[in-house]
Structures are given as structure tokens and as C-alpha cells.
């Protein structure tokens, strides 16, 4: 920002943080430089930006406003959530070893799985069991460590700050893909993560039309590492895309409070159903890990996970009834949606594995929209019969 306006709170920066007037005009809103080059004055005389793959300046706009929203000195967006995983596991040697969360998302776990197991090796833990993960260092020798806390769809969680401890003594990389809290209601880079990821097509854009990553660091060699991929291979995201997120961010603040309040009642709405065998979220009391997250989160965000009575028809059934919340993968819009995951989202997770993480055929993973909270309990009481 132009003026030194000193710290400021989030719901402040989202909206201007990276949102100086334009220069020429005086406009309020950044505009798209809907371009793909840029004029130079003579060989090598540039103001900043050559070619739109190695920097644009609407993106670099949203990639100001992002490291203020996590604290970061470093940000870098990518055109989606997997791009900016496949950054990541770019920097790493040939047999380099990864220790990862055993329920990540249904794509980081086929990327780990199905792509890169030509060149790292990765072990899958329950970063929960603190006693397993001593012997898990020990044992593994990992190079890099990626968690995501809450989990999806399970909603456990990991203690930050006590692994990033564990990992600053081994000399491991930390990761954290943060998309589930948003930079809003968690920021693992203060808790001592080195790598925070978001797949922005999720809460940080908001509004479903976006599909977009981004990076947060405070490492120089890390990040110059990262730009150097993401410029050599590509997955720069397009300015108008860099633009909508940075539209949608303004609205980030009053967007989270409005997910977690309509997600808290909703749980416990849940919780108290009697077609309802249980439900898991962070907020609530029942929650093996709600001490933990009161303390490492803001907030405890808008996914509810919780498991219907009966088998895959009365899923099916539920599914079938409901009106508003729409059957759809993705999360973090306004909109509500529901999701099977055992069909859906991690599909490509084997049925083996599914079963012995627990992502069973009755359970149902909701993204709470900001609709109004009346609407959404009716549509869920008309459903749960
Ligand atoms: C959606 C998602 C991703 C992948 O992001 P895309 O933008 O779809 O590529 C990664 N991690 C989590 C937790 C996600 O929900």
C-alpha cells in the first residue's frame, strides 16, 4: 500500500492489501492486464514485467493481498490448488522421502501415488498418533512433511506448532495446505510451517468460478526456487482469473464468519438428529481435538462431516431429497454442497485404504454455504427422514 498505514486486521487488508489506486487513471479496483507481453523501451528496459507466464501485474496484486491474509513475506499464485502441490515436489531430489497425512485430499494422494512415485518415495501416517510420529522420523528419515489439519474428510487434526518443532530439529520441510481454514481462520506460517498452500478455487476465491493455487513462504531460496519452476514449467494462473479471486477475497472476512456460524448450528443441529449416527467438527465439544483447535485455529470453519444412520441406500436417499445443498465435489463457495466422498471425492483413494481411514458408505461431508441458516436446516430436516 501506498501509505504507511501500519498493522492492520485482516478483514482490512483483504481489501486493500495489493489494491493500490491504479496509477494512470486513479481506479479503485486494479484492472485485468488482460496481456500476454510487454513493451520494453530498449533490450532488457522493462518496468517490472516482460511476458505474462513469469508475472503479471493483476496477479501480483492478488499476490500481495494473499501474504498479508497469511502473514508471509512470499506468495506466488498458480493456475490450481494441484499446481501449486506439483511446484512443491519439483523441488525435491531424485529418492527424496515424504511423510504425508493419511487422509489428504483424494488428488495430492494421487499425485504422491500415481505421478511422483517415479521419484520420491512417500510413507502415509496418522499425523494424529503424536507417539507414532518420533518413531515415523526416525524411521522414515522424511525430507519433506505435508499435512493438512482439519483433514478431509475426517476433520482431524495435527498440532502445527509441535511438529514444525519436530521438523526444525530433523531438518525437514514443513507443508501445509491450508485450503479447509482459509488464511482467515488459521495461518500455519506464524505456527512454524515453511509452506503454506491453498487451492484457491475453494474459500479464498469463494464464489465457485475460479480454479486457482497459491504458495506462502518466508524462505528467499524456497521461493526463488518455486518461481523458477512455475516460470520454467508453466502453470502461471490468466490475470482475469488472478482478478475474480482478488475481488473475492474482499469479501473473505464476513464470508468465514458466515460459514463457521452457519456450520457450528448446523452441527449441532446434527448432532442431536436421531437419523444421525455422528457428527465430526471442529467446533464442537464432542470433537476428540476441539482443545486444539480452539487454540491453532480463529475459527473452526465451514465442513461438517458426519455419518448417517444406515448403509449406501439411506446416503443415497438423503442425498436425493435434499434441494438446496446441491450434490457437488468442491467446497468453500457460498453455496451449500454435499458430498459423498466414498463415490466422489476420494474415489480414486483404493476401497481398502477408504475403509481403514473410515470414509464409509453413510458418510456425508457438508460445505455449509452463507445461505440463510433457517433455509439450510429445513432442507437438511426434510431430508434426514
Ligand atoms: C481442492 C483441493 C486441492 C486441489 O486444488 P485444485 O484447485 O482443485 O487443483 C488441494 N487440497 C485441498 C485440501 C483441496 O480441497
Known sequence: ???????????????????????????IIPPIFQTSTFVQTSPGKHQGYEYTRSHNPTRTALEECLASLENAKYSMVTSSGMSAIMLILHTLKKDAK?????????????LLTKVFNKYHQTTFIDFTQTKDLEKAFKVNKPDLVWIETPTNPLLKLTDIKKLSKLCKKNKVILVVDNTFMSSFFQNPLDLGADIVIHSMTKYLNGHSDVVGGCLMLNDKKIYDQLWFLQNSIGP????????????????LAIRMERHAENASKIAKFLEKHPQVEKVIYPGLKSHPQHKLAKS????????????????????????KKLKLFKLAESLGGVESLVD???????????????????????LIRLSVGIEDLDDLLNDLKNALV
Open 1 to 27: 500500500m501506498s501509505k504507511n498505514l501500519g498493522k492492520l486486521h485482516k478483514a482490512t487488508n483483504a481489501i486493500h492489501a495489493g489494491n493500490e489506486p491504479e496509477k494512470v487513471t486513479g481506479a
Open 98 to 110: 515424504i511423510l504425508c497425512g493419511d487422509d489428504v485430499y483424494g488428488g495430492t494422494y494421487r
Open 236 to 251: 502461471s494462473q490468466s490475470p482475469f482469473d488472478s482478478w475474480l479471486v482478488l475481488r473475492g477475497l474482499k469479501t
Open 296 to 319: 491453532q485455529m480463529h475459527g473452526f470453519g465451514g465442513m461438517i462431516t458426519f455419518f448417517v444412520k444406515g448403509d449406501l441406500a439411506k446416503s443415497r436417499k438423503f442425498l
Open 340 to 362: 459423498h466422498p466414498a463415490i466422489m471425492t476420494h474415489a480414486s483413494i483404493p476401497v481398502k485404504e477408504r475403509e481403514k481411514l473410515g470414509i464409509t458408505n453413510n
